[in-house]
């Protein structure tokens, strides 16, 4: 087992913390495949990972469609948009983004409109196209994020927290629980 960053499982990491559209659950043979074969992650992950899997093979597509955006759309907490967790709401948001989309550009990706630079899929992958030890670095800047987002899934028993630890030990992390801030409710959002 070597935890050294490999470029294809980071790509299927990405994959896999994305929308799951049917595009994506097309893939979920090949993503499987890549995360049972590749000895990048401790084999406890990749069984994580492979149910993980199974499980969006298995279910219903609006039923997983449907909790994904439960999951990770409705709360800071678990918000795969990497800035939201550092900026918030604030105005320092924007110029973060175009900083990160213009080291994007620096490297030959180029987004899609209506792409957000912080979005944990898009930086993964451009992570998966550095070497080793740029993407290990670029991966490491977001250890508090990841840890946070990890810790999180875990409290809410998602098996998606599995993506999180793997991105976390690839990155020579440990993936361990830290105090998360729960989100506040519907009615407190409003309020402000």
């Known amino acids: 087992m070597s935890t050294a960053v490999s470029s294809r499982s980071l790509r299927a990491l990405a994959r896999l913390l994305a929308y799951p559209d049917a595009a994506l659950r097309a893939h979920l043979p090949e993503l499987r495949s890549v995360m049972a074969d590749e000895a990048a992650l401790h084999r406890r992950r990749r069984d994580e990972i492979c149910a993980l899997i199974d499980a969006l093979g298995r279910q219903d597509p609006i039923d997983v469609e449907a909790a994904y955006v439960d999951l990770f759309d409705r709360g800071r907490a678990t918000s ?56 290990r670095a670029f991966i490491g800047e977001m250890m508090h994020i990841l840890q946070a987002i990890f810790s999180a899934l875990l409290a809410r028993q998602s098996a998606y927290a599995s993506l999180l630890g793997a991105l976390i ?21 409003w309020a402000e």
């Open 80 to 135: 795969l948009h990497l800035f939201e967790h550092v900026h918030g709401d604030s105005r320092d948001r924007g110029p973060a983004m175009i900083d990160l989309a213009r080291t994007y550009e620096q490297a030959g990706l180029y987004l899609a409109p209506g792409e957000f630079p912080d979005y944990l899929p898009t930086a993964i992958e451009f992570a998966s196209m550095q070497d080793a030890v740029t993407a």
């Open 169 to 189: 030990e690839l990155s020579g992390g440990r993936a361990e629980r830290v105090p998360v801030a729960t989100d506040p409710s519907l009615d407190e959002s």
